[in-house]
C-alpha cells in the first residue's frame, strides 16, 4: 500500500509539473500576442517581424489544443522556440529606444 501511494506521489508530481508548464507556455504565448498586439509595440514591429510572431504563436497555440497530454520538456521546447524569435526582436526594440533617448 505504501509502496503504491509513493508510486502515485510521484505520478502526481509529474503530472503537477506538466500542468504548470502547459500552462506557463500558454501564458506566455497570449502575453506575446497581447504584446505585439498592443499599440505602442506594434508600431515598432515590421510586417515581417509581425507576421513572424504571429505565426509561431498560432503554432503553439493549435498544438496546445491537439497535445493536451504532453509532457514538461515538450512544452519547454515551445516556449524556448518562442523565445527564440520573440526575444531578439524585444531586445532590438530595447536598444532602438535607448538609442533615440540617448540621441534627445
Given at each position: 500500500?505504501?509502496?503504491?501511494?509513493?508510486?502515485?506521489?510521484?505520478?502526481?508530481?509529474?503530472y503537477?509539473?506538466?500542468?504548470?508548464?502547459?500552462?506557463?507556455?500558454?501564458?506566455?504565448?497570449?502575453?506575446?500576442?497581447?504584446?505585439?498586439?498592443?499599440?505602442?509595440?506594434?508600431?515598432?514591429?515590421?510586417?515581417?517581424?509581425?507576421?513572424?510572431?504571429?505565426?509561431?504563436?498560432?503554432?503553439?497555440?493549435?498544438?496546445?489544443?491537439?497535445n493536451?497530454?504532453?509532457?514538461?520538456?515538450?512544452?519547454?521546447?515551445?516556449?524556448?522556440?518562442?523565445?527564440?524569435?520573440?526575444?531578439?526582436?524585444?531586445?532590438?526594440?530595447?536598444?532602438?529606444?535607448?538609442?533615440s533617448?540617448?540621441?534627445?
Open positions: 500500500m505504501i509502496k503504491e501511494a509513493e508510486k502515485y506521489k510521484e505520478e502526481d508530481k509529474r503537477k509539473k506538466n500542468v504548470e508548464a502547459r500552462n506557463a507556455l500558454q501564458k506566455y504565448a497570449y502575453n506575446m500576442r497581447n504584446a505585439i498586439n498592443d499599440k505602442e509595440i506594434s508600431l515598432k514591429l515590421s510586417a515581417k517581424e509581425k507576421k513572424e510572431i504571429d505565426e509561431k504563436i498560432d503554432l503553439v497555440l493549435v498544438w496546445l489544443d491537439v493536451v497530454v504532453a509532457e514538461q520538456h515538450d512544452f519547454e521546447n515551445f516556449q524556448r522556440l518562442l523565445s527564440s524569435v520573440f526575444d531578439p526582436i524585444v531586445m532590438k526594440m530595447i536598444k532602438d529606444d535607448v538609442g533617448s540617448v540621441q534627445q
